[in-house]
């Protein structure tokens, strides 16, 4: 049975700094590309940033560019997004997916988890 599980949500001040880890069974992450998406409160998702299958490379929206990272650890079947300087509008529930590519686009997705919320507010 495929799963995501996502962890590290919580409340954290605006300047502060939260690390998300998604950990995947039934399936190899390494054979996948992994994204980060958020969605907040009657919005729709939208990726963050994407960690390609094959080649290394990785992509962030230009909203978070340069303050979180993306990263995978294909061994512990895990994936990470670390997040610095978060602003309140960071304010979300942050979802892990797994695809054969990177894309901003939803149904490109084959599997996703239950979601952590992450709440920016001083």
């Known amino acids: 049975q495929v799963q995501l599980v996502e962890s590290g949500g919580g409340s954290v001040q605006p300047g502060g700094s939260l690390r998300l880890s998604c950990d995947a069974s039934g399936f190899s992450p390494g054979s996948h590309a992994m994204a980060w998406f958020r969605q907040v409160a009657g919005g729709e998702r939208e990726v963050v940033a994407c960690a390609s299958r094959t080649d290394g490379k990785t992509f962030y929206a230009d909203t978070v560019k340069g303050r979180f990272s993306i990263s995978r650890d294909n061994s512990e079947n895990s994936v990470y997004l670390q997040m610095d300087s978060l602003k309140p509008d960071d304010t979300a529930t942050y979802y892990c997916?797994?695809?054969?590519?990177?894309?901003?686009?939803?149904?490109?997705?084959?599997?996703w988890g239950q979601g952590t919320q992450v709440t920016v507010s001083s």
């Open positions: 997916a797994a695809a054969e590519a990177c894309g901003s686009q939803e149904y490109l997705y084959d599997y």
